[in-house]
C-alpha cells in the first residue's frame, strides 16, 4: 500500500565544482536584473540556465554537499518507516523544492511535512524563500496537507551539538 505521508528534507544547494563559470555568470547577471527591474518572472533565458545549473551531472567529487545531504537522506529515510522521503534543493541544484511537492502528490501523498537542513534563524532561504515555495505548492495542491517544520528550537540544536561534542 502506497503511504499518503511524504517529507521533503531541503537543503541549501551550490553548484557543481565543475560547473562553467560562463553558464553561473550569466544566470546571476539575469537574476540581478531580473530582481533589478521588480520581474515577478524570469526570462526564457534565464529559466534554461537554472535548469542546466541544477542539473549539472553531480558526484561526490564535483558536488560534496549534494552527497552529504543524500547521505542524510538516506539515514533519515530509515526512520520514517512508510512515509517517503525526497531530498530537495532551495538552489543551484536539483530536485527543487516545487519538483519534490510535486512528485510526491503525483505519488498520491496526501500529507506533506517539509524539513530544512537550514537550522538556524534569520537566514533568508528558511525564513522566506522555502516558505514561499511551500504557498505557492499549497495553491496547485489545494487537498493536500503541505506543513513546515521550521523553526527548530535553539534549545533543542544547541542539545544535539553538545551530544556531538560529548562523542559517540
Known amino acids: 500500500m502506497e503511504s499518503t505521508e511524504g517529507?521533503?528534507?531541503?537543503?541549501?544547494?551550490?553548484?557543481?565544482?565543475d560547473?562553467?563559470?560562463?553558464?553561473?555568470?550569466?544566470?546571476?547577471?539575469?537574476?540581478?536584473?531580473?530582481?533589478?527591474?521588480?520581474s515577478a518572472h524570469p526570462s526564457e533565458r534565464?529559466?534554461?540556465?537554472?535548469?542546466?545549473?541544477?542539473?549539472?551531472p553531480r558526484?561526490?567529487?564535483?558536488?560534496?554537499?549534494?552527497?552529504?545531504l543524500e547521505s542524510i537522506a538516506t539515514e533519515l529515510r530509515s526512520l520514517l518507516g512508510e512515509r517517503k522521503l525526497i531530498a530537495a534543493y532551495n538552489e543551484f541544484c536539483a530536485p527543487t523544492v516545487e519538483q519534490a511537492i510535486d512528485e510526491l502528490a503525483g505519488d498520491g501523498v496526501t500529507n506533506i511535512l517539509v524539513?530544512?537542513?537550514?537550522?538556524?534563524?534569520?537566514?533568508?532561504?528558511?525564513?522566506?524563500?522555502?516558505?514561499?515555495?511551500?504557498?505557492?505548492?499549497?495553491?496547485?495542491?489545494p487537498a493536500i496537507r503541505i506543513s513546515y517544520a521550521w523553526p527548530f528550537e535553539p534549545a533543542r540544536i544547541a542539545r544535539f551539538l553538545a551530544e556531538h561534542l560529548d562523542g559517540p
Open 59 to 68: 558526484n561526490s567529487d564535483n558536488d560534496p554537499y549534494k552527497a552529504g
Open 19 to 38: 560547473t562553467p563559470r560562463e553558464l553561473v555568470k550569466e544566470l546571476r547577471r539575469l537574476q540581478r536584473e531580473r530582481k533589478d527591474s521588480a
Open 46 to 56: 534565464e529559466v534554461e540556465l537554472e535548469d542546466q545549473v541544477r542539473n549539472w
Open 7 to 17: 517529507v521533503v528534507l531541503v537543503g541549501h544547494g551550490g553548484l557543481a565544482a
Open 115 to 141: 524539513v530544512t537542513t537550514m537550522l538556524t534563524p534569520g537566514g533568508s532561504h528558511s525564513e522566506r524563500d522555502v516558505p514561499e515555495l511551500i504557498d505557492k505548492a499549497r495553491r496547485r495542491h
